[in-house]
């Protein structure tokens, strides 16, 4: 079972940003599915951005779709969460996600892949956008 480690969280003030890893303990093959949920106190987790790791497609909750950027790098088994203009509602837990390996082939067939079945979670990282 590949092991997910998340790095970058933090506090900022509205407008911030932020840039959010994760790191694969094993080789991520190109059919595979990962992406970022995020979850506040009280609520619950929902997928914010999802990405085919061997195609790069990419699919983006509507709210955060032109603030929110992810990536990947192939060669270090890595994806990226760049988030920019954060606003307070963007505040919780950030978890990376992972379905290796995973028969979507779209970063909107990852979304919906990534929140059933057999998938592989990171321990989380805390966003706090705050003034």
């Known amino acids: 079972q590949v092991q997910l480690v998340e790095a970058g969280g933090g506090s900022v003030q509205p407008g911030g940003s932020l840039i959010l890893s994760c790191a694969a303990s094993?080789?991520?093959?190109?059919?595979?599915?990962m992406g970022w949920f995020r979850q506040a106190p009280g609520t619950e987790r929902e997928g914010v951005a999802s990405?085919?790791?061997?195609?790069?497609?990419?699919y983006y909750l509507d709210s955060i779709k032109e603030r929110f950027s992810i990536s990947r790098d192939i060669a270090k088994n890595m994806i990226y969460l760049q988030m920019n203009n954060l606003k307070a509602e963007d505040s919780g837990m950030y978890y990376c996600a992972a379905r290796i390996p995973a028969m979507a082939r779209s970063g909107v067939a990852c979304y919906f892949a990534l929140q059933t079945g057999d998938v592989n979670w990171g321990q989380g990282t805390q966003v706090t956008v705050s003034s």
């Open positions: 094993d080789r991520t093959y190109s059919n595979s599915c």
């Open positions: 990405i085919h790791f061997g195609v790069g497609s990419t």
